[in-house]
């Protein structure tokens, strides 16, 4: 079962589909929710190397940084549990 903790979604989209990120309570994986990346940011990201099948690329915006920090913070905090 995952247990994911709502950390927060983007203060300026639509809410019933903005991005949004959790975290993992068992794991401590943070779970994102973004928008899916253009074929350009597809093409920078295979420069390193390549996107498995089973993976995805996706863009959170810059205005979700605090965010993003809150759930790294809850990450750590679950793993030294």
Same mark, same amino acid.
């Given at each position: 079962?995952?247990?994911?903790?709502? !950390? /927060?979604?983007? *203060?300026?989209?639509?809410?019933? /589909?903005? *991005? @949004?990120?959790?975290?993992?309570?068992? @794991?401590?994986?943070? !779970?994102?929710? /973004?928008?899916?990346?253009?074929? &350009? @940011?597809? @093409?920078?990201?295979? +420069?390193? &190397?390549?996107? *498995? +099948?089973? +993976?995805? !690329?996706? %863009?959170? *915006?810059?205005?979700?940084? +605090?965010?993003? %920090?809150?759930?790294?913070?809850?990450?750590? %905090?679950? %793993?030294?549990?």
């Amino acid at each position: 079962m995952v247990n994911l903790k709502f !950390v /927060g979604k983007d *203060p300026e989209s639509d809410k019933k /589909g903005s *991005p @949004t990120i959790f975290v993992d309570d068992v @794991t401590a994986d943070l !779970v994102i929710q /973004g928008w899916r990346a253009d074929e &350009g @940011t597809l @093409t920078a990201c295979r +420069e390193v &190397g390549d996107i *498995p +099948e089973h +993976e995805a !690329v996706v %863009r959170v *915006p810059a205005r979700m940084v +605090e965010i993003l %920090r809150e759930a790294c913070d809850d990450a750590e %905090r679950t %793993r030294l549990r």
